[in-house]
């Protein structure tokens, strides 16, 4: 049986929800603002110093703050309120920026009061970011998920080139000007935050002793470099980071010192950068489905590289700004296709931990690209923006074989859940009972089943069976009315949501992994098709007996945080009830059933909320 796929939903959906409008309008308004401390900073240094290593001094400014608070912030992030710490940041960056204001005015202390202000903000801002971007998965399903981060990029963006463009216009006024302005549009940001409904991601449950919070730590780390696809996103960024980092110095002082531009004109290059990211933003918003995201990412390397070494070689500033434009066009999708796949691949619970370290060792590598531009001073620019334009093919190479993101992973991927259909049954292959053995195998590839007593784990696998399947067997099929949940013992095996002639969401899973909770926990259709890569040892587990371990907390915990990030993705017709997934919605499923009698709880006070 195979039920029918409703169609991708309009690039503009996502606005339908009033919680990501607003965040939206935050993201535009507050952008717009730092934009013009960025760059006006930025000119106020160059002004005092004529330094372009002065210059990359005040951009590493915004980057030390990672390696001091970054990792902790993900930690305090996923223990907290997000909308909270979103709220608060705005309000002490507001605080920081309008000191600015003051500080540059006073001539013994302005530029290193300039640095420190700008340390304070950044340091504040290294809560907001993996606050913000762990909460927009939330606020938009997975089909939306690429649209959701294609205009939060063109607010971004968009009011970026405002913002550039003010501080140029603002340089032949009143530079202190654009740090007042600044303070405002946080002030606005946050209120807007404060009108977003409440946001329920899971928070540990255990003290943050000193103990627990390296152990958060230590897992935020090992999730991102090990997990493949996550590990190879970080590995062509680093590339891509370093020589952003390079052109981030480099720009100004070309544009004026070898390009002979103005200040306005040099506004209006970074205002026009931004313009081509939103434009590329607008592009992915409605075409992001076409290509598989590692192809875009390809796509957008290879664009950025060409452009770059275009730029080295500009006559003039005016053909500088149209291959700056056209770069920031082909940034877009490296960053929407970026985004989608951290956000698509992170654990709901360890996004703030993951994203932070992601950032943290970004912005390690921006720091030395940024270092590196103080070589400007010695060396000609033309000759370094090349070899940072050129680091950019590196990147765009190694994503052709980077596991889990190469561009023949997902071909491969694409083409077994086509050819499944035709494949031999899944019924058909030798089925036996599971045994004590085979729990143990589970509960080494996912600890929350460790904890169970004896009584518990015979209980589990009492109807459970061990199931040997080929490479390239269909295990699951859409629209299957079957409700038994799987558990990858060994092997690998491929998701897929049909779509059209195509598979979206696409999902690889190793052992450990587990899918099919979905139909399990609801009684609905199966939600997607799974085909096994390769040959695979599979624990079939009936309905009831999953059901009944959700009165054990940290299995419930995993459970439900999977269930609940899958369902986002299908926005599935047949699951009316279920469509805006909460954790009210999903209360009924946290009560214990009949059948829970047979798993007593570790703890009497263990209750379930």
């Given at each position: 049986m195979t039920a029918a796929v409703a169609p991708a939903p309009s690039?503009?959906?996502?606005?339908?929800?009033?919680?990501?409008?607003?965040?939206?309008?935050?993201?535009?308004?507050?952008?717009?603002?730092?934009?013009?401390?960025?760059?006006?900073a930025g000119i106020f240094v160059y002004r005092q110093t004529g330094s372009a290593l002065a210059v990359g001094l005040t951009l590493m400014a915004t980057a030390v703050p990672s390696l001091i608070v970054g990792l902790l912030a993900g930690v305090f992030v996923d223990r907290h309120d997000r909308k909270k710490i979103m709220i608060a940041t705005c309000l002490v960056q507001a605080v920081a920026v309008s000191l600015i204001a003051i500080v540059i005015g006073i001539e013994q202390i302005a530029v290193v009061g300039l640095y420190a202000l700008i340390l304070i903000n950044a340091g504040v801002r290294q809560f907001f970011d993996p606050a913000h971007d762990s909460i927009i998965p939330e606020l938009a399903s997975d089909e939306e998920l690429a649209a959701a981060n294609s205009f939060l990029s063109i607010a971004a963006f968009g009011s970026t080139a405002i913002g550039?463009?003010?501080?140029?216009?603002?340089?032949?006024?009143?530079?202190?000007?654009?740090?007042?302005?600044?303070?405002?549009?946080?002030?606005?940001?946050?209120?807007?935050?404060?009108?977003?409904?409440?946001?329920?991601?899971?928070?540990?449950?255990?003290?943050?002793?000193v103990a627990v919070v390296v152990e958060n730590l230590r897992s935020g780390l090992s999730t991102l470099f090990g997990t493949p696809i996550l590990r190879?996103?970080?590995?062509?960024?680093?590339?891509?980071?370093?020589?952003?980092?390079?052109?981030?110095?480099?720009?100004?002082?070309?544009?004026?010192?070898?390009?002979?531009?103005?200040?306005?004109?040099?506004?209006?290059?970074?205002?026009?950068?931004?313009?081509?990211?939103?434009?590329?933003?607008?592009?992915?918003?409605?075409?992001?489905?076409?290509?598989?995201?590692?192809?875009?990412?390809?796509?957008?390397?290879c664009g950025m590289g060409v452009s770059g070494i275009l730029y080295a070689a500009s006559p003039g500033i005016a053909f500088a700004i149209v291959m700056v434009t056209i770069s920031g066009f082909f940034n877009s999708p490296a960053s929407v296709a970026r985004s989608v796949l951290l956000q698509r691949n992170t654990?709901?619970?360890?996004?703030?931990?993951?994203?932070?370290?992601?950032?943290?060792?970004?912005?390690?590598?921006?720091?030395?690209?940024?270092?590196?531009?103080?070589?400007?001073?010695?060396?000609?620019?033309?000759?370094m923006i090349v070899a940072a334009s050129s680091l950019l093919f590196v990147s765009a190479a190694f994503v052709l074989v980077a596991p889990g993101l190469s561009l023949a992973t997902w071909r491969a991927a694409t083409a077994r859940l086509r050819a499944a259909a035709s494949a031999p049954a899944f019924g058909g292959f030798p089925v036996r009972p599971a045994a004590l053995a085979d729990f143990d195998l589970?509960?080494?590839?996912?600890?929350?089943?460790?904890?169970?007593?004896?009584?518990?784990?015979?209980?589990?696998?009492?109807?459970?069976?061990?199931?040997?399947?080929?490479?390239?067997?269909?295990?699951?099929?859409?629209?299957?009315?079957?409700?038994?949940?799987?558990f990858i013992l060994d092997g690998a095996a491929t998701a897929?949501?049909?779509?059209?002639?195509?598979?979206?969401?696409?999902?690889?899973?190793?052992?450990?992994?587990?899918?099919?909770?979905?139909?399990a926990l609801t009684g609905s259709p199966r939600t997607a098709d799974v085909v096994a890569d390769t040959d695979a040892t599979l624990l079939e587990v009936p309905a009831?007996?999953?059901?009944?371990?959700?009165?054990?907390?940290?299995?419930?915990?995993?459970?439900?945080?999977?269930?609940?990030?899958?369902?986002?993705?299908?926005?599935?017709?047949?699951?009316?009830?279920?469509?805006?997934?909460?954790?009210?919605?999903?209360?009924?499923?946290?009560?214990?059933?009949?059948?829970?009698?047979?798993?007593?709880?570790?703890?009497?006070?263990?209750g379930v909320s």
């Amino acid at each position: 049986m195979t039920a029918a796929v409703a169609p991708a939903p309009s690039m503009f959906a996502v606005f339908r929800r009033r919680d990501f409008s607003l965040l939206w309008l935050a993201q535009l308004v507050s952008t717009a603002g730092s934009a013009l401390t960025d760059l006006a900073a930025g000119i106020f240094v160059y002004r005092q110093t004529g330094s372009a290593l002065a210059v990359g001094l005040t951009l590493m400014a915004t980057a030390v703050p990672s390696l001091i608070v970054g990792l902790l912030a993900g930690v305090f992030v996923d223990r907290h309120d997000r909308k909270k710490i979103m709220i608060a940041t705005c309000l002490v960056q507001a605080v920081a920026v309008s000191l600015i204001a003051i500080v540059i005015g006073i001539e013994q202390i302005a530029v290193v009061g300039l640095y420190a202000l700008i340390l304070i903000n950044a340091g504040v801002r290294q809560f907001f970011d993996p606050a913000h971007d762990s909460i927009i998965p939330e606020l938009a399903s997975d089909e939306e998920l690429a649209a959701a981060n294609s205009f939060l990029s063109i607010a971004a963006f968009g009011s970026t080139a405002i913002g550039f463009a003010g501080a140029g216009f603002l340089a032949s006024i009143d530079l202190r000007l654009a740090f007042v302005i600044d303070a405002l549009t946080f002030l606005f940001s946050a209120a807007c935050i404060a009108l977003i409904g409440k946001i329920e991601l899971p928070t540990p449950e255990e003290d943050a002793s000193v103990a627990v919070v390296v152990e958060n730590l230590r897992s935020g780390l090992s999730t991102l470099f090990g997990t493949p696809i996550l590990r190879s996103l970080f590995i062509v960024g680093s590339f891509m980071f370093f020589a952003f980092g390079l052109w981030n110095v480099l720009l100004l002082p070309f544009a004026i010192k070898v390009l002979g531009a103005t200040e306005f004109e040099y506004g209006l290059q970074e205002g026009l950068t931004s313009i081509g990211f939103v434009v590329g933003s607008f592009f992915m918003a409605r075409f992001s489905n076409r290509l598989p995201e590692p192809a875009w990412i390809f796509i957008a390397m290879c664009g950025m590289g060409v452009s770059g070494i275009l730029y080295a070689a500009s006559p003039g500033i005016a053909f500088a700004i149209v291959m700056v434009t056209i770069s920031g066009f082909f940034n877009s999708p490296a960053s929407v296709a970026r985004s989608v796949l951290l956000q698509r691949n992170t654990p709901r619970e360890m996004r703030g931990r993951v994203f932070s370290a992601f950032y943290v060792m970004r912005d390690v590598i921006f720091l030395f690209g940024m270092a590196g531009a103080g070589l400007a001073d010695v060396l000609p620019i033309r000759l370094m923006i090349v070899a940072a334009s050129s680091l950019l093919f590196v990147s765009a190479a190694f994503v052709l074989v980077a596991p889990g993101l190469s561009l023949a992973t997902w071909r491969a991927a694409t083409a077994r859940l086509r050819a499944a259909a035709s494949a031999p049954a899944f019924g058909g292959f030798p089925v036996r009972p599971a045994a004590l053995a085979d729990f143990d195998l589970l509960a080494g590839h996912l600890a929350p089943f460790a904890g169970l007593t004896a009584e518990q784990r015979s209980a589990f696998i009492r109807d459970a069976q061990i199931r040997e399947v080929p490479a390239g067997t269909q295990i699951v099929e859409h629209g299957d009315p079957a409700s038994n949940a799987y558990f990858i013992l060994d092997g690998a095996a491929t998701a897929g949501i049909p779509s059209d002639d195509t598979y979206r969401s696409l999902s690889t899973m190793g052992a450990g992994d587990f899918f099919g909770e979905i139909a399990a926990l609801t009684g609905s259709p199966r939600t997607a098709d799974v085909v096994a890569d390769t040959d695979a040892t599979l624990l079939e587990v009936p309905a009831d007996a999953l059901r009944a371990t959700m009165a054990v907390p940290e299995i419930r915990r995993l459970v439900l945080s999977t269930l609940t990030s899958r369902l986002m993705r299908t926005e599935a017709a047949d699951l009316p009830r279920l469509a805006g997934v909460d954790q009210e919605s999903l209360r009924d499923l946290r009560t214990p059933r009949p059948s829970v009698e047979a798993l007593p709880r570790t703890h009497p006070s263990e209750g379930v909320s």
